[in-house]
């Protein structure tokens, strides 16, 4: 069975500090993907990044970034300078290589305070 | 690319009245659609997958003959919410995915919000 667990509810920071976002995984398929998304107060997901289970190389997008660790199953996003504009719910979302069905976390619920 | 749209937004019905919802995919063709269901500050959950031209595959415990999924063609899937009442009001999204993506990634919608009194 797959899960994933994001097991912080709610995060504030205050604007210009750094925050990491957790995400635990959960699943005994060798071949998957992981995914990141924002939803702002809007309710519209924003897609943010995509890794394929291969590929343990770190990434960095802007204030982005992204530690994927296969030895813990985890895939953690850390934002640099966090910003007001930062604050929505992120979701973490895992899918595995047969079926089409995404695994998402509860989500966590960020604040940037000004 | 990969545009996923909603319509309506936004919608309030009374209680007892049937709601359609659509997705369309604007410049691709989703092989197979999804609709979820978000209720305040949870995460969501995943009602049924439809792929075009058959019957959609509800999750356990979602209603379908209060649900009713269509996916009449490859850009185009509705929701149909029968006989609403209040406790079906959510936050409704659909999803795609079609051939071309390698990753099988899945396209979301805006939302449609419904309201039921």
């Known amino acids: 069975a797959q899960k994933v667990t994001q097991a912080q509810t709610e995060i504030s920071v205050v604007e210009k500090e750094d925050v990491t976002l957790d995400c635990v995984y959960e699943?005994?398929?060798?071949?998957?993907?992981l995914f990141w998304y924002k939803q702002p107060p809007s309710g519209e997901l924003v897609f943010l990044i995509r890794?394929?289970?291969?590929?343990?190389q770190n990434e960095i997008s802007g204030r982005y970034s992204w530690n994927f660790q296969k030895s813990t199953s985890s895939f953690n996003f850390t934002i640099t300078a966090s910003q007001v504009v930062d604050s929505a719910v992120y979701f973490c979302?895992?899918?595995?290589?047969?079926?089409?069905?995404?695994?998402f976390g509860t989500g966590t619920s960020l604040t940037v305070i000004p | 690319g990969a545009v996923v749209s909603q319509h309506p937004s936004r919608v309030i019905c009374k209680s007892g009245t049937s709601v359609k919802i659509e997705c369309r995919s604007l410049?691709?063709?989703?092989?197979?659609m999804f609709w979820y269901r978000q209720f305040p500050k949870q995460s969501l959950m995943l009602m049924a997958t439809?792929?075009?031209?058959?019957?959609?595959?509800?999750e356990q415990g979602v209603e379908k003959d209060k649900f009713l999924i269509n996916h009449a063609s490859l850009t185009l899937s509705t929701l149909t919410v029968t006989s609403a009442h209040p406790e079906d009001s959510s936050f409704y999204i659909c999803?795609?995915?079609?051939?071309?993506?390698?990753?099988?990634?899945?396209?979301f919608g805006p939302g449609t919000r419904l309201t039921v009194l």
């Open positions: 999803s795609a995915s079609g051939r071309a993506y390698y990753y099988n990634e899945q396209f």
């Open positions: 699943t005994r398929d060798t071949t998957y993907y």
């Open positions: 890794r394929n289970s291969f590929d343990e």
């Open positions: 979302a895992l899918k595995i290589r047969t079926g089409n069905q995404f695994y």
């Open positions: 410049d691709f063709q989703a092989t197979t």
């Open positions: 439809s792929n075009e031209g058959s019957k959609a595959t509800y």
